[in-house]
């Protein structure tokens, strides 16, 4: 008997936490629905980084040597006290501080559009780059580096230990059943530099962002993103940033320009 | 007998049967779900990242720098009388803590829990920040806020709601305060509105300030902070001291007097009206029609150039 109510709690608990487990954003029952179809929030749109934040060191090119708030190592701090944007320039790798793991925190405008149905397209009119976010995958055994890498996204599941194995949820379910964030995961990143005066990210780094939708009671919408860059070489733990773009009601003021090294 | 063919008493005990099991698994799915209104738990020990703005927020800001900030002239104007001697003469300035708002810019360790009633339903969270023992309640269970004539404090008066995995909080009920250590101003009119996200053992909080006296546009920023099990947080201990005895004014300069307000610019190689704050100064096409450095940029960086995660903020280290 007592093993017969076991089996009753636990048939129960479970199904219930399916239930609210597979919840995720309401839709009608049916075949799954595409990454697009399926967006909690709406990025897409002409968005601005409004700089309330960091200010000295993203509107305009640190002094040469000044790394401050980065967790830098040694070997980082000897190639920051070398950065020589002439240099760049000759080798023509003016786009370095126009990565992945930098863009987001340069001033400028970013475009954001579905491609298809499973990829969001970023475009950032500070040095004209272009970012791909592909739901589902991993990266092709092919994959060159390059200045955005390659990118997997995914609508961010509820919170979870990581790794944790999985649970028996009797007499408790999982919450954050109705998560709105965007993960999105990148790697194979061409070294570059997490800011203009040349601090810089190995060939090793990987990018983790989670973009996150808000509206104000004035009725202005935002975004933020925060960045968690990990640099085995040059960064002695992670480096975590958050930044906030303001949307726009359309891109007359978007104006795509090159990369520059100074 | 019954239609059925079946005994009454026998289908009267099937029945009963059938109702036990069905109260008992309705028992069990009321045992097994969760607040009703509970989408993420902040509960915990939080600790503090500076990968932004680290100069400012640990060893404080240089006087005069209001970058970042979209100020009216009154704002700037007060700040500009600020001087540091008057925490050290105005005993009410020794132990005034940080409002909720700076609190959670200029950031330190946090403690979040939460309160539940009989019912396990979310009444609210609380927070704890070792800096000036500052503890805050944000309510949870749909009460208003306070009419306007009620008590205002450093902390607010807070109600929280959930946007799917975010909360979003609305303070009210202020007192006057700064948004940045270097005397800028924060008015008792504003009001801020919080988002907290949480991703895996990431905080993420954006304060979004909107203040009619000193503010042209509501000041959006964001901070983070990352699940730490083994942090334990002490309380906090505050005396008043006379540090200057015998002062007989409170320490200021009065407008168009103060003699550093071109410090930040000269250090750092900037434009002075950048560095006056603004909101036009903090779009991307500023950049355009930002003017030349107030004087000759230094060749590198000579002050604050290597804070790092933590406290290793030297003004000048001694490697450089």
Request: proline residues 10%; neutral net charge; glycine residues 8%.
């Amino acid at each position: 008997m007592i093993a017969r109510i076991g089996l009753l709690v636990a048939t129960v608990c479970v199904s219930a936490a399916s239930s609210l487990l597979a919840q995720g954003p309401p839709g009608p029952p049916g075949p799954p629905r595409s990454p697009k179809a399926a967006a909690p929030v709406d990025l897409t749109g002409y968005w601005v980084s409004v700089i309330a934040e960091d200010w000295r060191w993203r509107m305009v090119t640190p002094l040469k040597g000044d790394a401050a708030s980065i967790p830098i190592t040694p070997e980082s701090r000897k190639l920051v006290d070398a950065w020589d944007p002439a240099k760049d320039e000759a080798a023509s790798v003016q786009c370095k501080a126009y990565g992945a793991a930098g863009v987001m925190r340069l001033p400028g405008r970013v475009h954001i559009t579905w491609q298809d149905d499973t990829t969001l397209k970023l475009e950032t009119d500070a040095g004209t780059q272009t970012r791909l976010f592909r739901f589902g995958g991993t990266p092709p055994p092919t994959e060159k580096p390059s200045w955005q890498g390659y990118s997997v996204a995914n609508w961010e599941r509820p919170p979870a230990t990581p790794g944790a194995p999985p649970t028996l949820p009797i007499f408790a379910t999982r919450i954050g059943t109705r998560g709105r964030s965007l993960e999105v995961t990148t790697t194979h990143l061409r070294p570059g530099y997490l800011r203009k005066n040349g601090v810089p990210y190995g060939d090793k780094v990987s990018l983790t962002e989670y973009f996150d939708y808000y509206k104000e009671p004035n009725g202005d919408e935002w975004f933020t993103v925060t960045t968690i860059v990990r640099d085995p070489q040059y960064l002695n733990g992670p480096f975590i940033t958050s930044s906030d773009f303001k949307k726009e009601p359309d891109g007359s003021k978007w104006r795509p320009t090159p990369c520059t090294a100074r | 007998m019954a239609r059925s063919g079946v005994p009454l008493p026998a289908r009267l005990a099937e029945y009963v049967a059938a109702g036990l099991q069905t109260g008992f698994i309705l028992a069990l799915l009321l045992a097994c779900a969760s607040p009703a209104a509970a989408q993420v738990d902040f509960s915990g020990q939080w600790a503090p990242v500076y990968h932004e703005d680290n100069a400012e927020r640990i060893p404080g800001p240089e006087l005069a720098d209001y970058t970042g900030l979209p100020l009216n002239d009154a704002a700037r104007l007060q700040a500009d009388t600020w001087d540091a001697d008057r925490i050290s003469v105005v005993s009410s300035y020794q132990c005034r803590p940080h409002s909720a708002d700076y609190g959670m810019r200029g950031l330190g360790n946090l403690r979040v829990w939460a309160d539940l009633d009989e019912k396990q339903q979310l009444v609210a969270f609380h927070t704890y920040m070792p800096a000036w023992g500052s503890e805050r309640t944000i309510w949870m269970d749909g009460r208003p806020h306070p009419p306007d004539y009620a008590e205002y404090t450093f902390q607010g008066f807070s109600t929280g709601v959930w946007e799917g995995n975010m909360l979003t909080i609305t303070t009210t009920h202020l007192k006057t305060n700064y948004y940045r250590r270097n005397g800028v101003p924060a008015s008792d009119k504003r009001t801020v509105v919080e988002h907290w996200t949480r991703h895996a053992e990431f905080l993420t909080v954006v304060t979004v300030v909107t203040d009619p006296v000193f503010l042209t546009e509501p000041l959006v920023r964001s901070q983070n902070w990352f699940n730490d099990v083994g942090q334990a947080l002490p309380a906090f201990n505050c005396e008043y001291a006379s540090e200057l005895p015998g002062a007989q004014e409170v320490p200021n300069h009065l407008p168009g007097t103060n003699p550093y307000l071109t410090e930040f610019a000269d250090w750092y190689g900037l434009e002075l009206a950048a560095t006056r704050g603004g909101a036009e100064t903090m779009y991307p096409e500023y950049r355009l029609k930002m003017g030349a450095p107030h004087s000759k940029p230094p060749d590198r960086c000579k002050r604050y150039c290597t804070c790092g995660g933590g406290f290793n903020c030297d003004v000048n280290p001694a490697r450089r």
